[in-house]
């Protein structure tokens, strides 16, 4: 399966190097074509040179002198042939003497008229190409002088040119990928994370941190919109709408964290299960809603008792699970035993002024001590709060010192 990096960087890669590769055959085509032109202009004028010096020389018939004339052509940069043609098309001077006498055999130019022949490759493998220039005096054309112009130069100035267009190219090709994983990476990894922090919403836990990078585009808007969505959603389905405790489900998913945690770091966790002592007796004499408030009221107490680590949970009605990570039986027995007096002596107040005292009773279990089956704990937890309603309610019990205790499996 293609992934999101892989679509992004591979059409950027793709448009940007193909843009260069085409801009640089371009300025390749557009320079070989000005150098053959460049190139055709200093044959032309070599020719004319020649033609020129000849005309005298062509009347008198002196061969010595046009074949000073053709030696000194010869000298000239990419000239790879040079000769004098009559008005019949007969060779009357050539730099290789063997040929003089020869029928020229191409076309040969009209007076005051230049012409260019078709490129061809010579016996050196060199492209060529021949320039004739009519040989004229007193407006009667005697001749033509003919050159064999090499594009050897316009070549090798191509192939460096080239090359170093594929410097270039190669350069900011490699700058184009950088740049494409760069902006891939850019528009994944905030994905990636919201990804991720989406998957972990969806199992329950909202324990979610934010990206290390701020965003000020379309992402970052998308970034704050989730994370918006996550804590109102967090608001209404981790916390008891009543009292801003969490809720049983995530008692549960924190249960099984802290399990996991405990089997990586051998530490000791433990859990604590508190009723309101006779809170139907509350109920049917003040009515629901001062139910409700001492419900918030125990609420406050635990949330101001615990640590910013622990638990506080609504299990149901009126009775509370805090579970206590990283905690030993004294420091579990602390925290029960600090809790059940805060409520004890903070009497709820109701808003006419009087009192209503409100007790609690409270179990605790251990893990792995009174059970090495976490799930499992709740259960101790709540036979051991049984067993302090049984004594009197407004007291902590230990799973430890039941009778009986339901050990696991």
């Not at 055959?25 to 010096?53: P, T």
């Not at 010579?122 to 009667?140: F, K, Q, R, S, W």
């Not at 051991?384 to 010192?401: I, L, P, T």
């Amino acid at each position: 399966m293609r992934t999101l990096r892989f679509k992004i960087s591979i059409p950027v890669i793709c448009i940007v190097v193909g843009a260069q590769l085409v801009t640089g055959l371009f300025i390749v085509s557009q320079v070989r074509k000005a150098m053959h032109e460049e190139n055709h202009q200093h044959g032309l004028a070599v020719a004319y040179d020649l033609a020129h010096v000849c005309a005298r020389s062509l009347i008198s018939r002196d061969l010595l002198e046009l074949r000073n004339y053709i030696r000194y052509t010869m000298t000239q940069e990419y000239v790879t042939q040079a000769m004098v043609v009559d008005e019949d098309g007969r060779i009357v001077m050539h730099n290789n003497l063997a040929r003089v006498g020869e029928k020229y055999a191409g076309t040969l130019p009209h007076p005051g008229q230049a012409l260019f022949s078709e490129h061809y490759s010579n016996a050196a493998g060199e492209t060529v190409i021949d320039i004739l220039v009519p040989i004229e005096t007193a407006g009667v054309q005697l001749g033509s002088a003919v050159i064999s112009y090499s594009h050897i130069g316009v070549r090798n100035a191509i192939k460096a040119l080239t090359r170093k267009i594929f410097l270039i190219l190669s350069i900011a090709s490699a700058f184009a990928i950088l740049f494409a994983f760069l902006l891939a990476e850019y528009i994944v990894r905030p994905m990636k994370h919201l990804s991720k922090a989406a998957e972990k919403m969806s199992s329950g836990s909202f324990n979610i941190k934010k990206m290390d990078m701020e965003y000020s585009d379309e992402i970052g808007d998308l970034a704050r919109s989730f994370y918006r969505m996550a804590g109102k959603l967090e608001k209404e389905v981790c916390h008891d709408p009543l009292t801003g405790l969490f809720t049983r489900n995530v008692l549960q998913i924190r249960l099984t964290e802290e399990h996991a945690q405990s089997q990586r770091l051998n530490n000791d966790f433990a859990l604590l299960m508190l009723d309101i002592d006779h809170f139907k007796k509350v109920n049917d004499t003040y009515g629901h809603g001062v139910g409700d408030e001492v419900l918030r009221y125990i609420a406050a107490i635990l949330q101001e008792q615990t640590r910013g680590g622990d638990c506080p949970a609504r299990y149901g009605g009126e009775e509370f699970v805090v579970l206590l990570p990283a905690t030993h039986r004294q420091g579990a027995l602390h925290v029960a035993e600090k809790i059940r007096r805060s409520i004890e002596a903070s009497s709820f107040r109701l808003p006419e002024g009087n009192k209503i005292p409100v007790t609690a009773s409270i179990g605790v279990a251990l893990f792995p001590e009174d059970t090495s089956d976490y799930t499992w704990l709740l259960e101790l937890a709540d036979q051991a709060m049984y067993e302090a309603k049984k004594k009197g309610r407004n007291c902590v019990v230990q799973a430890s010192d039941l009778k009986k205790p339901t050990p696991g499996p």
